[in-house]
């Protein structure tokens, strides 16, 4: 099992920026992706960023040039820097990673979230 602890959530005005935090409670590997997800009230959950089990990184559109996804392998963490942030961005955001297991399962683990409301 592992648990994933996300940090960083806040209210900040347009334009304004925020790096949002996941740390896990144990190694994950480099072979294990790990994705931000965010939910706004009466939204279906989306994707925002991810890297990927190769190490690449993808973006939703309406994030890409402004958000940026990495990983401090050393510290079993996950970041998301938000820039030029927008009201739309408003939404509860969740860390995702994906393990794989045993037979070649995978086990999805969430956080807990944390609120990022953009608004002046």
């Known amino acids: 099992q592992v648990q994933l602890v996300e940090s960083g959530g806040g209210l900040v005005q347009p334009g304004g920026s925020l790096r949002l935090s996941c740390a896990a409670s144990?190694?994950?590997?480099?072979?294990?992706?790990m994705d931000w997800f965010r939910q706004a009230p009466g939204r279906q959950r989306e994707l925002v960023a991810a890297i990927t089990s190769s190490g690449g990184t993808n973006y939703a559109e309406s994030v890409k040039g402004r958000f940026t996804i990495s990983r401090d392998y050393a510290k079993n963490t996950v970041y998301l820097q938000m820039n030029s942030l927008k009201p739309e961005d408003t939404a509860v955001y969740y860390c995702?990673?994906?393990?794989?297991?045993?037979?070649?399962?995978?086990?999805?683990?969430w956080g807990q979230g944390t609120q990022v409301t953009v608004s002046s």
């Open positions: 144990r190694s994950i590997s480099r072979a294990d992706s």
């Open positions: 995702n990673v994906n393990i794989a297991g045993v037979g070649g399962t995978v086990r999805n683990y």
